[in-house]
Every structure is written in C-alpha cells, then in structure tokens.
C-alpha cells in the first residue's frame, strides 16, 4: 500500500516471482503469490483456497456492520451453492441481454463523447470512465439516473473498508453509513419492483425460482450490492487505464483510428498490462504447500492477478505493452467457478466507448505527470485523470 509500490508496484511483483514466487509479505501477515502457474492452480482449487479469504478483505472483523455483499455468490466455495444462483443471474449478462443493452450504452458513449470534445481539457475518470459504466449498471437494474452519481461514493466506502485499521473510526463510521443507505435504498426499489414489476434484472430475479423456491430478500441484496460494487470500479479503471495507454502510445490510437477490428486486441493488451484487478484472496482450508512453501490452515493468500499477466514463464517481455500479442489466456477476469459474471459486458463497454470516442478524437495528451491511485487491497487505478482530448 506504499505510495511508491501503488504508482508503480511491477519491478516488486518481478522480484518477487523470481526470488520468492510464494512469500509473507510482513510478519504473520498475507501470504502474496505472483507466479502465474501457482495463482491458476489456486484460482481452480476452491475447496483448498477458498473464497472466505476475500470476504476478510472484504468485511474485516472490526468493520462491525454485516454487509450483505458476504452472503452473495463471490463469497461462496460450494459449488452447488454457487451454481444454483449464479445460474439464476448468468441471464442478464448473456449475448441476448447485452445485445439489447448494446444501443443504449452507445448512446451514453455519444453524449459523454460529445461533452469532452466540448471541453477539450477534461478529467477522463469523472467525465467519461465513471459516467459509463454507472449508467449501464443503473439501467441494467432499472434504478433512478439521479442516483447514478452516488454509485461511486458507495462503491468507494464499500471498498476502502479492505485497508482500514480497527483504529480507522471516521472511515469506519462512513462505511457503515453507506452500507446502510444503500441497504435502505434498495430494499425500496426491492418492495417497489415485487409490486410493480418493470422490465429490469430486478423484477426479473424476483420472479425467478430455484427448484421451485424464489431468491430470499437476502440473496437478493447481496447481489444487488456485488454487482455495484465489483461492475462498477473495475470497469472504470479499465477505460480510464485505455485513455491513459492511448495517451502514452499515440501511434497505437493512430493504428486503432485506422482498423477499429483491433479494438478487441487492445482492450485484451489493456486487460493484461493494467489489469483493475492486481489481486484477489483465498484462504487454505488445510496445511498445504505452494511452489515448495509450507502453507498453515488459515493462511490468506494475496493471488497477485497483475503479477501473474506479466510472467515471463507465461508471455515473453511482459512489461512491455504491445498492440500485437497473441494471449493464451488471459487471467485479469479470474478463473474457474468465480469467473467474473461480467466479462462479456464489460468487454462490450470498452469497446462500444472506443468504437464512438476515437473516430471523432485524433489524439489524448495527458496534462500532468503525477497521478494518484487509489487504496485498496484488490482494485487499482487512478482517482483522477487530466487529460486534453484533441478533436479529429
Ligand atoms: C468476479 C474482474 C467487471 C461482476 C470477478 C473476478 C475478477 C473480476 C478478477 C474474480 C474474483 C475472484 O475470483 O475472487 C473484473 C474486471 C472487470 C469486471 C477486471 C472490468 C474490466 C464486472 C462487471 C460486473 C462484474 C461489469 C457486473 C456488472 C462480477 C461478479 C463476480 C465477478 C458478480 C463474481 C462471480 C462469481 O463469484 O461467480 N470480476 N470484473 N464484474 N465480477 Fe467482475
């Protein structure tokens, strides 16, 4: 969590695949695996590095206010359990339901475009990469558009419980606060949708039935509080990230500008270089060992997602960022029965947002060195991006 390591945490993630791939990284503290081999072998493993280890980051012991978020399927090691609902949501994100949330996200990525060409020097994040993504989860569920901007502050509280300490009142007080709102929040829209229901992924989860048996408020609520918070962050950093690389890379924006089929490579290169995801955590349900460490039951371990996309076991010159890479596979959406739900999704964002943005934009430059990343054990990215975005 150094300022230093956050801006720039790759030469530490290298020096610790090549000394010490399975490593404690502070006495009695998170175990951190970098090695792209051993991250899979434990993300495909779930009865051994179970999923519990997240919900610790996700709801420390001190936090003191359940979160529904720890009843919802990321949090769930059985597979039964976790097939039975997750097969219940699988719906919404399908190719027929993105394909019909297709036009409108173009028409958010029209109007956002038009607003920055407008402005010229813009923060890219508040502007364009957060706007997006919270309308499409917004219309997604069928909620206001007036409380779309207060997705990102409760996305924020919820996720910054992961590096409190039991000393951290204010933040801890805030992050109660949020839960709260939202919980209240959304148990409105809940009551609402069962009396009226709408043409939305709520009325739709109501109305659907497991064996028989309809979803519990409580499944219910910690789905609705997952899907804000683990579709929201992460899709922003992903354009924020591809604004940032395209301001780096011009000639990369002038190959995009040129063949926008390679849009999808890009994206793939954005996912694996700057993944929003650096690390996710498990915890070892026995004593085991891990590329030769010796690991107690109880362990958590810090599966470095960031580090394992750049080994150079598994893709050749790794920090270098290349338009034309040919991935075997790549890791920055998980693997196994955790799978991000969202993948498609929000693939088909970044892509429609560069489809509309770069036809009309000739080139990105960014308009001051420093940046300031955020703190949190599992998303990286910026806060803010300066950028002047220059007209075609
Ligand atoms: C799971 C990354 C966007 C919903 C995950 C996981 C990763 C991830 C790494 C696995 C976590 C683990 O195994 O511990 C990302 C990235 C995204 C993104 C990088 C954007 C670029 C989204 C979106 C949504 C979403 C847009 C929904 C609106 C979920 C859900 C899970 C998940 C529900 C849990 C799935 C399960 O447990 O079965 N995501 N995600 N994600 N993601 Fe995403």
Known sequence: ????????????????????????????????????????????????????????????????????????????????????????????????????????IRAVAEELTTRVLSRRQVDFVEDFALPLPASVIGTLMGLEPELYPRFKQWSDDIVAVSVTQPGDTELLAQYRRTVDEMEQYLSEVIARRRKTPGDDMVSDLLSSRIEGEALTDKDLMGFLFLLLVAGLETTVHLLGNSARLLAEHPDVLARLRADRALIPAFLEEVLRFEPPVHSTMRLCTEDTTLAGVSLPRGSVLALLLASGLRDERYCADGDRFSLDRKGPHNMAFGHGMHFCLGAALARMEGRVALEVLLPQCSALARRSEALEWNLSMTVRGVRALPLEVRPA
Do not use: C
């Open 1 to 104: 969590m150094s300022p230093e390591i956050r801006a720039n945490p790759y030469p530490f993630y290298a020096e610790l695949r090549r000394d010490s791939p399975v490593a404690q990284v502070d006495p009695g503290g998170l175990w951190a695996v970098s090695r792209y081999e051993d991250i899979l072998g434990a993300l495909k493993n779930p009865k051994l590095f179970s999923s519990a280890g997240l919900r610790l980051a996700a709801e420390p012991p001190w936090a003191g206010r359940p979160n529904p978020m720890s009843a919802s399927i990321i949090f769930m090691d059985d597979p039964k359990q976790h097939g039975r609902l997750r097969g219940l949501i699988n719906r919404a994100f399908g190719p027929t339901a993105l394909a019909r949330l297709e036009p409108r």
